[in-house]
């Protein structure tokens, strides 16, 4: 059941009271001990998260090399957003760094909540918007980050500069 603890969180930014109160049956309370696999990459994209407490890692495993951690989510961020971009599967996977809770809306439930409140689902909408562009910009510098190390560790870097 939902906490009005959370109401303060990034994004119920904006939603008053009642509005909160509508979304609480759309939202189930869930726990994950360190280590659970919370989805994998190509799994069916069903639900939405919001980290409560804990630490989440998002992995993507490319199909020709090992799985690279693309972000880790601390509490009051969300994982899981395929589902709501309309993916069928989700494009990473997630898996607790510590012991987590969250909050769990299957992606069915938040199309409902668009249709019978709408200006509340725009409100939702656009705090997703906002936590996925900010997702990927820094998923952006991680993986420059990634290749350069790449480059650098083979030495690659190096023959480059030499090559000009």
């Known amino acids: 059941m939902f906490r009005q603890e959370y109401a ?10 009642q509005q909160i109160g509508l979304l609480s049956p759309f939202m189930e309370e869930v726990s994950f001990s360190r280590g659970a696999v919370i989805f994998d990459q ?4 069903d639900n939405l998260y919001i980290l409560l ?9 490319p199909y020709d090399g090992p799985p690279l951690t693309v972000a880790r989510i601390l509490p009051g961020g969300v994982f899981g957003w395929s589902s709501v971009l309309g993916h069928e599967q989700y494009s990473s996977g997630a898996a607790a760094a510590s012991d987590c809770v969250a909050y769990r809306i299957r992606a069915q439930s938040l199309q409902q909540i668009y249709e019978y409140y709408p200006e509340m689902g ?20 991680s993986i420059l980050g990634m290749l350069s190390q790449g480059i650098d ?3 690659s870097g190096s023959k480059r500069s030499a090559d000009r």
């Open 8 to 17: 303060n969180l990034a994004i119920f930014e904006g939603l008053d009271a």
């Open 42 to 45: 190509g799994q069916l994209a």
């Open 53 to 61: 407490a804990g630490e989440v890692v998002i992995n993507y495993k």
């Open 122 to 141: 725009n409100v939702l909408l656009e705090r997703l918007a906002g936590v996925i562009a900010e997702r990927l910009r820094n998923t952006h510098a």
């Open 153 to 155: 560790s083979n030495g």
